[in-house]
């Protein structure tokens, strides 16, 4: 599974500033990181805040995903997912012990739910889009794709449905048919992405399930969707 880009933002008060957040960054997460830092001069940070900064990015915070820490003054805010509960006091000892009065940490720190949630996060609301009225997958549609196979690797000893749904515009014998043409085709890309083709199975329902009114352009956009589903 490709690794996930850690982005480093903010506004600090010089370049020497910069590069040590960004030189203990590195050594955490290596390639991953994305430099957005942004120096200004008229910043004003209080004392020791870099090396407090700095000594904050520990490893026990590879443990975390979706996750964001927050520097704010002399406060820090550390939010995101871990696998298990037992997974929360170590991070949050490792962040905390390398802290001085008077910085102090504030965790938000949660278990990951369940394989359907890795699943439902990696779609992410958007629509895997194709060409009109075709089989074809678009260029974000494949992008969209390209996460979601990372996403079922993280799952692994599971199987996925793939569901094919279209609007109520038109015949619904073709919609039948487009719609598990689409989902044989997302089932093949996935596959040229190193999923395994025995985890995944298709079917296509066709306008039977709408989740969105059609009488509305917005709504059929909706209704014109792929659903994964862990098994």
């Not at 939010?79 to 504030?106: E, M, R």
């Amino acid at each position: 599974m490709a690794a996930q880009p850690v982005i480093i933002s903010g506004v600090v008060a010089d370049e020497m500033t910069k590069q040590s957040i960004l030189q203990k960054a590195r050594a955490v997460y290596g390639e991953q990181v994305v430099d957005r830092i942004q120096v200004k001069s008229r910043v004003s940070t209080p004392v020791g805040w870099t090396e407090s900064v700095s000594r904050a990015i520990q490893p026990e915070l590879k443990k975390v995903s979706q996750g964001k820490l927050k520097v704010q003054g002399t406060q820090l805010e550390l939010s995101g997912k871990v696998q298990t509960q037992h997974d929360i006091l170590p991070v949050t000892s490792a962040v905390q012990s390398q802290l001085q009065s008077p910085y102090l940490l504030k965790t938000a720190l949660s278990v990951q739910e369940g394989e359907q949630k890795i699943v439902d996060d990696a779609l992410a609301d958007r629509i895997v889009e194709f060409e009109s009225g075709s089989a074809i997958l678009t260029e974000s549609g494949m992008q969209i794709l390209n996460e979601m196979a990372a996403a079922l690797n993280r799952v692994q000893n599971k199987n996925i449905r793939i569901t094919g749904h279209t609007d109520s515009s038109g015949n619904l014998q073709k919609n039948n048919q487009l719609s598990l043409e689409r989902a044989n085709t997302v089932k093949t890309y996935l596959i040229s992405r190193n999923i395994a083709a025995v985890r995944l199975s298709t079917v296509g329902v066709g306008a039977a399930q709408p989740v969105a009114d059609n009488t509305t352009p917005d709504g059929r956009k909706k209704n014109r969707r792929i659903q994964f589903e862990v098994l």
